[in-house]
């Protein structure tokens, strides 16, 4: 499945810095921070609001990336696709951690019932359905994502960009942990599905 | 595989990328990927499928002591001499050099064995070769000890442990310049006893040595052609 067209410009010289960084070339290094570090560091925002933990993240992020570049293979994957998914998972990893001592947010203080942790913070940050269609330009993913239902899409946006588990999706949600699992599934399905037609009907 | 193997590895793997698998059952799938191809590709596919719904967040710079930190991190400031380019990874690799101040210990020990006769005032110069991750069928993962003069003109090499080696390979000794040039041939060793290989300054220039697996008679192209089994650096 060949990924949006846009998403492999952009990954294109990133490939070259890659590479040469992967033979321990500093400035190549240091011009792929330059052109990725305010995505990732995006990435790694949405899922851990603690900045002095997003910025540490970050860190380990590139300091991998420095370390691992030579063994990056273009064949296997795309230099952003490889880029973003260590972002997410060291993200990921850390909420881990977090959750063992719990974090407040900001926003926790005046939570109630009816308060969303989106309207909370609406002002900057953008809800997971504005973002979903702020990816337009990643334009087969998006049309699939327009083929889902409501449900499916806002379940699948909160734990992809916000880094939920299933029963934290499940509680936003209020819907059962079965449920949600269950929408979550058949959402990556059908994504799947419609984007291997995409690829097809390109070829 | 089975399709419902198939199935649930994909199922899995949709989990993983999309960040729902968890806690310990995500540590599990982390320490199955590298030795499961098949849950590698699935996982390549959906981080292909997925990763473009990123393009929707907004950049956010990160404040400039990020960098400052990773410069630290990763040795030094950065370079602009594009000359490191012309490095093969294996050798410029600083992780294949760690480790080693353990090992070199193990090295000191073993060289009262290795030096039958008292050396010069000078003492010799002292490289262990610590086992790569190459992979190589057959090849135990060792460690090599080289001594060399101090006026560099000679080497002797031996390993720790013997090596069981296919009888259709042989073992090729590289010295590698500092320079970033190609690594340079010094000989044939023997993976079961001292090998001793007098050369012109071997040293010269060098920042390592290697040992790559090679058919009889050494590399017929004049570089290392077989996986690198053994490095060391110069520790000068």
Redesign the interface.
């Known amino acids: 499945?060949p990924?949006?067209q846009?998403?492999s410009e952009r990954s294109k010289d990133l490939s070259q810095l890659l590479a040469?960084a992967?033979?321990?070339?500093?400035?190549?290094?240091?011009a792929l921070?330059d052109k990725t570090?305010?995505?990732l560091?995006?990435?790694v925002?949405?899922?851990n609001r603690d900045r002095a933990q997003a910025?540490d993240i970050?860190?380990e992020v590139?300091?991998n990336v420095?370390?691992a570049a030579?063994g990056f293979d273009a064949a296997?994957?795309?230099p952003?696709?490889?880029l973003?998914?260590i972002a997410?998972n060291r993200a990921?990893d850390s909420l881990?951690r977090a959750q063992t001592q719990p974090q407040l947010q900001a926003a926790v203080a005046n939570d109630d019932e009816e308060t969303d942790v989106y309207d909370a913070v609406a002002d900057e940050t953008?809800g997971p359905l504005?973002?979903?269609?702020?990816?337009?330009?990643?334009r087969a993913?998006s049309h699939c994502m327009q083929g889902l239902t409501a449900q499916q899409r806002q379940s699948?946006a909160l734990?992809?960009?916000d880094?939920?588990?299933?029963a934290e999706?499940a509680e936003k949600m209020r819907q059962p942990l079965g449920t949600v699992k269950s929408w979550?599934?058949r959402a990556?399905?059908a994504?799947?599905s419609c984007?291997e037609h995409a690829a097809l009907g390109e070829a | 595989m089975d399709y419902s193997r198939q199935a649930l590895a994909d199922h899995l793997a949709a989990d993983y990328v999309t960040g729902t698998l968890r806690g310990p059952a995500r540590r599990r799938f982390e320490k199955l990927l590298p030795a499961h191809p098949s849950l590698r590709t699935a996982v390549d596919q959906w981080q292909a499928r997925l990763m473009p719904l990123t393009l929707g967040l907004q950049p956010q710079k990160p404040p400039a002591v990020v960098w400052t930190r990773i410069e630290q991190r990763i040795g030094g400031a950065p370079s602009s001499k594009p000359a490191a380019a012309q490095r093969s990874p294996w050798w410029s690799q600083l992780f294949v050099w760690r480790g080693l101040s353990v090992a070199l210990t193990v090295a000191a020990v073993s060289l009262s064995v290795l030096l039958a006769n008292p050396g010069p005032a000078q003492p010799p110069v002292v490289v262990v070769l610590s086992a790569t991750s190459a992979p190589a069928g057959g090849v135990v993962p060792a460690t090599f000890v080289a001594s060399i003069s101090s006026d560099g003109r000679a080497m002797v090499t031996r390993p720790l442990v013997n090596v069981s080696l296919e009888a259709n390979r042989a073992l090729e000794l590289w010295a590698l310049p500092a320079s970033g040039a190609p690594p340079r041939s010094l000989g044939l060793i023997s993976e079961k006893g001292t090998t001793v290989l007098k050369k012109g300054e071997v040293l010269k220039g060098a920042s390592g040595l290697a040992v790559s697996l090679e058919p009889p008679g050494g590399s017929p192209t004049g570089a290392p052609t077989g996986p690198v089994l053994y490095v060391g650096k110069l520790n000068t």
């Open positions: 499945m990924p949006p846009d998403w040469r992967g033979l321990g070339d500093r400035a190549a290094f240091a921070y570090s305010s995505h560091f995006a990435v925002l949405r899922i910025e970050l860190q590139y300091v420095w370390r030579s296997q994957a795309q952003l696709t490889w973003t998914s997410r990921i881990r953008p504005e973002l979903l269609s702020r990816a337009a330009d990643a993913l699948v734990a992809f960009y880094g939920l588990s299933h999706v979550v599934r990556l399905m994504l799947k984007l």
